[in-house]
Nanobody, 124 residues
Framework: QVQLVESGGGLVQAGGSLRLSCAAS????????MGWFRQAPGKEREFVAA????????EYADSVKGRFTISRDNAKSTVNLQMNSLKPEDTALYYC?????????????????WGQGTQVTVSS
């Protein structure tokens, strides 16, 4: 069974930064595309960022372009999300997910494995 565990969430002031990490085990991490999604109270789960199996291609939601950066380290079976210039509207539960196709979709249905989530709260 593939397990994904997020970490790095917390409370930060607007304009600050956080770095989220996701540790994977129980699968072939290097063959999976990895994605980050988030869900705020009263809103649908939304795509944030994705990275292909090789790390050669990345995708970002328009709302985070220029502020967030996704990266991966296949040797360590980890994926990271560096979040800069945080805004109150970034407040959400952030989920790490794995896509066995290796391509990295913007659609949540493409991801077979999900972590439990880590809370990010940005104060104004």
């Amino acid at each position: 069974q593939v397990q994904l565990v997020e970490s790095g969430g917390g409370l930060v002031q607007a304009g600050g930064s956080l770095r989220l990490s996701c540790a994977a085990s129980g699968g072939t991490f290097s063959n999976y595309a990895m994605g980050w999604f988030r869900q705020a109270p009263g809103k649908e789960r939304e795509f944030v960022a994705a990275i292909s199996w090789s790390g050669s291609r990345t995708e970002y939601a328009d709302s985070v372009k220029g502020r967030f950066t996704i990266s991966r380290d296949n040797a360590k079976s980890t994926v990271n999300l560096q979040m800069n210039s945080l805004k109150p509207e970034d407040t959400a539960l952030y989920y790490c997910a794995a896509d066995p196709s290796g391509w990295g979709s913007v659609f949540s249905g493409s991801y077979h494995y999900w972590g439990q989530g880590t809370q990010v709260t940005v104060s104004s």
